[in-house]
T-cell receptor, first 116, second 113 residues
Framework: SQQGEEDPQALSIQEGENATMNCSYK?????LQWYRQNSGRGLVHLIL?????REKHSGRLRVTLDTSKKSSSLLITASRAADTASYFC????????????????FGQGTILTVHP | KAGVTQTPRYLIKTRGQQVTLSCSPI?????VSWYQQTPGQGLQFLFE???????NKGNFPGRFSGRQFSNSRSEMNVSTLELGDSALYLC????????????FGAGSRLTVL
């Protein structure tokens, strides 16, 4: 079963607008990551935020994390048509003895369409 | 450097057959994990291998198995295929000691008829 929910499930915007996607999760985490997937292809890592961080920036990406609400958001500023893709949040849980190695738990994803 | 390579990219099988998928990780990455992606269930963790040992396993039936070789290449096998096994199978590698950031291959698209 999936760790959490993402909303919206689909988002359609015009080039130049900002896109915000939200992710909620259920259990304690070590870190939260965002990945992007172009249609039917592999996932590409975008950004990672650790559980003790509240906000992180990378280029046009801004991620926030609220561990008290078990939620995160991804903001893409000044969207481009090339940003059209599915975006997934993924959590790395905490476990006795350390992190859960390569096991990421993914949300259902947000399909972003940016119209030129 | 070369990315994660998965073969074959596409394959069609019939129910009851078995399939083997291959994954070559990024050079120097010793951890390989596998995920299944379907429209209904999304991305689900299958298993992870590190230094030829399975370290973690998802909630899949025993028909799903895998292994890792001494050169870190990995294979996964699905026996007695069912229609519901139709999916995109994604392999990912990561370097040891990293923050669980995965580098994914392009995937193997399996269709079971």
């Amino acid at each position: 079963s999936q760790q959490g929910e993402e909303d919206p499930q689909a988002l359609s915007i015009q080039e130049g607008e900002n896109a915000t996607m939200n992710c909620s999760y259920k259990t304690s985490i070590n870190n939260l990551q965002w990945y992007r997937q172009n249609s039917g292809r592999g996932l590409v890592h975008l950004i990672l935020i650790r559980s003790n961080e509240r906000e992180k920036h990378s280029g046009r990406l801004r991620v926030t994390l609220d561990t008290s609400k078990k939620s995160s958001s991804l903001l893409i500023t000044a969207s481009r048509a090339a940003d059209t893709a599915s975006y997934f949040c993924a959590t790395v849980g905490t476990s006795v003895g350390g992190t859960s190695y390569g096991k990421l738990t993914f949300g259902q994803g947000t399909i972003l369409t940016v119209h030129p | 450097k070369a990315g994660v390579t998965q073969t074959p990219r596409y394959l069609i099988k019939t129910r009851g057959q078995q399939v083997t998928l291959s994954c070559s990780p990024i050079s120097g990455h010793r951890s390989v994990s596998w995920y299944q992606q379907t429209p209904g269930q999304g991305l689900q963790f299958l298993f992870e291998y590190f230094s030829e040992t399975q370290r973690n396993k998802g909630n899949f039936p025993g028909r799903f198995s895998g292994r890792q070789f001494s050169n870190s290449r990995s294979e996964m096998n699905v026996s007695t295929l069912e229609l519901g096994d139709s999916a995109l199978y994604l392999c990912a590698s990561r370097r040891a000691g990293g923050a669980n950031v995965l580098t994914f291959g392009a995937g193997s698209r399996l269709t079971v008829l």
